[in-house]
């Protein structure tokens, strides 16, 4: 079974910075995709950043220059940094690990807060 852990969420002010992090644990041996989604307050949960075994990153157009995703493969660790924070960021933010094989795990952190104040 494939775990993750969230941290590094809290409240910053606009134009801070914050870096949140997902350790899992478990089997994630082989080939998979990590990535960061966000759910507003009203809204559905969406793609914030993704990337790929190999290190290949997906960005959604409103993190792009902002946001940057990264991993340490040695501590199965991704990483959201996020600079120039905006209040409209506000979200639970959620870390999502899903294998590249048919079949495989698809799983998803606990969640953690993140408050932009204007």
């Known amino acids: 079974q494939v775990q993750l852990v969230e941290s590094g969420g809290g409240l910053v002010q606009a134009g801070g910075s914050l870096r949140l992090s997902c350790a899992a644990s478990?089997?994630?041996?082989?080939?998979?995709?990590m990535g960061w989604y966000r759910r507003a307050p009203g809204k559905q949960r969406e793609l914030v950043a993704s990337?790929?075994?190999?290190?290949?990153?997906n960005y959604a157009d409103f993190v792009k220059g902002r946001f940057t995703i990264s991993r340490d493969n040695a501590k199965n660790t991704v990483y959201l940094q996020m600079n120039s924070l905006k209040p409209e960021d506000t979200a639970v933010y959620y870390c999502n690990a899903k294998s590249i094989y048919y079949g495989g795990y698809n799983v998803w952190g606990q969640g953690t807060q993140v408050t932009v104040d204007s």
């Open positions: 990337i790929s075994s190999d290190s290949s990153t």
């Open positions: 478990g089997s994630t041996f082989g080939g998979n995709i």
